[in-house]
């Protein structure tokens, strides 16, 4: 089972593909077609239609394999703590920063 990755087979000219897992932000998601990484925007490889489906801005071959990757920062805290008041959203944000990477390891021990 996998926590944080989807891969697909495309079909001919296929553009829409399914993130199945939450994330914190866009530039977390990392979207790759045969082993290539994307470069996410308009004028680019692709774009988020919604908050679960990524769109190829050019059409997948059939065959391609498109991976559609979590990979929460590791090195910027979403959160930096101060002096004052704590909030929920702050707790939580930094609480599964550190859940997504937890799960994000797991994959990759999976697949290793």
Request: aromatic share 10%.
């Amino acid at each position: 089972m996998s926590y944080a990755r989807d891969t697909y087979t495309a079909s001919g000219s296929q553009t829409n593909f399914t993130i199945t897992y939450p994330y914190q932000a866009e530039s977390h998601v990392v979207v790759s077609q045969n082993s290539t990484i994307l470069t996410q925007g308009s004028g680019n490889d692709y774009v988020f239609a919604n908050a679960t489906t990524i769109q190829l801005n050019t059409g997948a071959t059939a065959g391609d394999l498109i991976l559609i990757i979590r990979s929460t920062s590791r090195s910027t805290r979403l959160v930096d703590f101060t002096a004052g008041t704590l909030t929920e959203a702050d707790l939580d944000n930094s609480a599964i920063q550190v859940f997504y990477l937890a799960q994000e390891a797991f994959d990759i021990a999976d697949i290793s």
